[in-house]
């Protein structure tokens, strides 16, 4: 982990480099017309780019490999407990929501582990590295960018408990289809004997209607706060424009150079509070799954009677299949 977050820094550290060397291109050599020291300037854009994309690979693989191990070790503990717990959950609980609990919200803690988290840390680097650039570059202009942060935090935050809300529900509707698969399928014989094919048909939809429901409104928020967000950051990037290019523009002391950074910047600075919807969604999703599991590991164990008999080891093969078959 701590790896993990040094190569987060160095990559963030990268990132903000070519925006940088940018406005020297531009104020030093495009501007007057002077081609010598354009290919050094070339290489080290090339070389900040492609460190940041060999750090940022560093980053997914170790992520990776330690959240692997990590669910790993909460399967088998999450199915150890419930063949420990009273037989009493065993009977007010449906296998189809205990089944879906050790897989499918198990599933979306991997999300959270192998992009949501990354995911959210590597956007929070991101807006402090490009704030701390525009502030260098442009004390005047990185105020007036800071002035968009309110705005942006409310509509944020709204969409926010919003999207945490229906992925819970999410969650829950999705066990319960799992339930109706779970004992149709188990009871088919039964169901098939009676004639009940289209009562349980009939209830199977219901629990189809009520997970559409449900994905459809957990998806209608993230629907509508990326475009949202996407047209403020705009109307932000055609003020700086008309700050930058008018008189205003020329009381600061701002160049093209200066300018054309500080809008590369500035897009890389809301760009991860453009994207934060869909991170939110992984992460709620995820939140909303660990909730269902820690549910079910807080819940007292049955505790078993301890035995005097000494337990056969692995490599005893015929002894413990002789245990076995006594005992059965």
Known sequence: IVVIAGCLLLAEAFAVVPPLLMRRIIDDHLAVGVQSGMLALALLYLGARAAAEGLDFVVTYLTAHVSQNTLRDLRVRLFAHLQRLPL???????????????????????TLFTTGVSRLITRLLQLLTALAAMVFLSPPLALFALLLIPPLALVTR????HIRDAERDRRQVIGMLNVHLQETLSGVEVVRAFGYEQAFLARFR???????????????YNVFYTPLLTVLVA????????MGTGGMGVKLGITIGTLTAFILLFQRFFEPIRNLGEDWQTVQSALSGIERIVQVLEIPVEQTPLTTESTPSDT??????????ARS
């Open 88 to 110: 009493s959950y065993h009977d007010h609980t449906p296998l189809g929501d205990a089944i879906s609990r050790c897989t499918a919200d198990v599933d979306t803690v991997d």
């Open 158 to 161: 709204f969409f926010q408990v």
């Open 206 to 220: 219901i629990a189809l209607r009520d997970t559409l429901d449900a994905y459809r409104r957990a998806l209608s």
């Open 235 to 242: 109307a932000g990037v055609a003020l700086l424009l008309w």
């Open 316 to 325: 005893d093969g015929a002894p413990r299949i002789a245990v076995i078959n």
